[in-house]
């Protein structure tokens, strides 16, 4: 078994059928993919640095951009194939940061189209390839690990045991959230288990795995709300987890602040989490 094989097949599987409606079957080999194709990638820096690659053909790209916008797979541009891996590739690789140690970063997706090149991550080597039939085409995903540990950096990645610790300090409390995808509202419910980084996003219907929301929290006997724009990393009978990516406004991220400032055992903790991640979580 490669490293992390199985959750990133139940990842990769959950999130195509999630945003694409499309059932993917694992298979053994690794057959090349011919003719034009479409690379996405996503870089993690910090405690485990490497790389999450998606590879499909430049036909299955166009049929899932047709999909996702809701064009016909003939109608879709460069841009909107390349937009549509992007996003797969950012929600794939977004899921399996969250089993990796952190602190861990996530970059932005690039995307790389044509029929005559090679993909490759400096320092890198492959650790895990998992190979699906898709659409009557082949999708590899593929898990790559910086060879040589950074600066500063003592132990070897693959060592770091899992799970892994947590980076900002948690507090119980119980507010009253919305959850929107895609603009529709999908679920209401209570928001627990509270940090500057997410939260456990308590409901009946969740959004699925993967799945981008905006969420709205509502301070009780008040007329405050917080606004989050997040994925969802984890999935549970009674709700899902909910990461943020950012924290919309300067105060809303002020009243999340006072929020765990106000429940936390140890607000001296929390102050030196805000400042030192403040660049992450404001909006620009």
């Known amino acids: 078994m490669q490293f992390l094989e199985e959750e990133i097949s139940q990842i990769t599987g959950t999130v195509w059928e999630a945003v694409l409606g499309i059932r ?18 996503v870089q993690f820096t910090g405690a485990w640095e490497g790389a999450c690659m998606i ?19 003939s109608a879709a541009s460069v841009a909107d194939t390349q937009d549509a891996i992007g ?79 947590r980076e900002f300090s948690r507090v119980e409390v119980h507010l009253r959230a919305e959850v ?25 219907t969740a959004p699925p795995l993967g799945a981008r929301c905006d969420l709205h929290l509502h301070l009780e006997g008040t007329d405050i709300e917080v606004r989050a724009l997040g ?7 009674d709700g899902v987890a909910i990461q943020f990516d950012e924290i919309v406004g300067v105060e809303s991220l002020e009243h999340l602040r006072n929020l765990i400032l106000f429940n936390s055992r140890d607000p001296a903790q929390v102050e030196q989490e805000f400042h030192e991640h403040l660049g992450l979580k404001r909006d620009a």
């Open 87 to 165: 996003e797969l590739a950012n929600m794939t690789g977004g899921n399996v940061k969250a089993l990796l140690p952190e602190p861990c970063r996530l970059s932005l997706p690039t995307v790389v189209e044509g029929a005559d090149y090679t993909t490759r991550c400096p320092g890198g080597e492959l650790v895990t390839t998992v190979v699906f039939d898709c659409d009557g085409g082949a999708l590899v995903v593929r898990l790559l690990r910086k060879s040589q540990p950074g600066k500063g950096q003592e132990a070897v990645m693959s060592d770091v045991p899992l799970p892994h610790r």
């Open 180 to 204: 929107s995808v895609a603009g529709a509202r999908v679920a209401e419910g209570t928001l627990e288990a509270l940090s500057l980084k997410g939260g456990f996003f308590r409901c009946r």
């Open 55 to 73: 590879e499909c053909s430049a036909d299955f790209a166009r049929c899932a951009a047709g999909i996702m916008f809701g064009i016909e797979p």
């Open 24 to 41: 993917l079957v694992q298979r053994s080999d690794v057959p090349e993919v011919p003719g034009r194709r479409v690379s996405g990638c």
């Open 231 to 237: 994925h969802v990393v984890r999935q549970a009978p």
